[in-house]
């Protein structure tokens, strides 16, 4: 497995979040981590990439292709996230840099974990927005976050995390904070990106709907614990739990949206 996470839980000092939580992940395979708002996904998901704070209490184990990611020091673990593991956040107007150009903030990642400097570093940026689908890619390498729109922002997001070349990508959340439309393009380029890659990726939604476009396997969460774990299909036609039929009915109660977007070329400024 490429990560597995074994007997988790996490906690603040006034009983855990995420308590004795464990799922695998296999090289390229696709997994959904959902369950209700404060359930612990996202603080599950920041404890694989260690970015809880220092006052979180974390006990288990969490192994990432063999190595104990809990045992390593801050300076053993920085060239791992961001390089072999990649998170796209939420909220992604708040996850950029807002005082730094998309082009500086493209190439620092390219120089961390690619080593990549000078034109080399640039025009491989310019290609990994292209690949995201952002028009006229090299004069955005001089916008700023806060002249793109949430999508874009969003795109460009899916490209730092994705020009490092990482064997996992955590995606919390990634179509939240944006509308509809925007939301069925983001998700129908991460479907196309993580085909194309072979990356590993680890979803994490409320919305049982985008799991039932996007993953192979399902893990349940329900106030910090696994309620329930399998196959997609499984997960949909033979729910065990009441909490997982619950959520699976109310995705059943409305019509899916198409993850076929309009041309990605046609994204919004």
Known sequence: ??????????GFGQGPIVQDASFALAPGGTMGLVGA??????VTCHAIARLLPDAADVTGRITFDGCDLLSLTARQMRPLRGGRIAMIFQNPTRALNPVHKIGRQMTEVLWLHRRLTGRAARNEAVAQLETVGIPDAARRLAAYPHELSGGMCQRVMIAMAL?????????????TALDVTTQA??????RQLQAEHGTALLLVTHDMGVIAEMVETVVVLDQGQVI?????????TAPSREVTRKIVSEARSFPLP????????????
């Open 1 to 10: 497995m490429l990560l597995s996470v074994d007997h988790l839980t996490v």
């Open 185 to 190: 393009q983001i998700l129908h380029l991460l």
């Open 258 to 269: 198409t993850l076929a977007p309009p041309p990605l070329l046609k994204a919004g400024p």
């Open 163 to 175: 020009a490092a070349q990482p064997d996992l990508l955590i995606a919390d959340e990634p179509t």
């Open 37 to 42: 708002s404060g359930s612990g996904k996202s």
């Open 228 to 236: 329930e774990a399998g196959a997609t299909r499984d997960i949909f």
